[in-house]
């Protein structure tokens, strides 16, 4: 089964930066998507960031020339470099993946294999 494991999350002041970390174990497909989504409690979990099995990156508006996600095949890791953190940057952060033959989307439905997530806390 496929297992997806964060680390990296933290509390952090108010215009810091943060690397989120995944590593990915017995993902097989040779075309598969990655993904960020965060969800803070009584909203619901949107998508951060999301990178193809080409690397093509698409991001929500809200974290652009912010975040960087990139994925390392080699290592089965997938990465989320967040630069300039804002106090609403603070969520429960999961990454997620699954099959895909096109680019991939920032849609819940779209992932079926999630971690259990890491908490950023930014301060101001």
């Known amino acids: 089964q496929v297992q997806l494991v964060e680390s990296g999350g933290g509390s952090v002041q108010a215009g810091g930066s943060l690397r989120l970390s995944c590593a990915v174990s017995?993902?097989?497909?040779?075309?598969?998507?990655m993904a960020w989504f965060r969800q803070v409690p009584g909203k619901e979990r949107e998508g951060v960031a999301a990178?193809?099995?080409?690397?093509?990156?698409i991001y929500a508006d809200s974290v652009k020339d912010r975040f960087t996600i990139s994925r390392d095949n080699d290592k089965n890791t997938l990465s989320l470099q967040m630069n300039s953190l804002k106090p609403e940057d603070t969520a429960m952060y999961y990454c997620?993946?699954?099959?895909?033959?096109?680019?991939?989307?920032?849609?819940?439905?779209?992932?079926?294999?999630w971690g259990q997530g890491t908490q950023v806390t930014v301060s101001s």
């Open positions: 997620a993946a699954d099959r895909c033959l096109g680019a991939a989307r920032l849609r819940r439905a779209d992932y079926n294999y």
């Open positions: 990178i193809d099995t080409g690397g093509s990156t």
């Open positions: 017995r993902l097989s497909y040779s075309w598969y998507c």
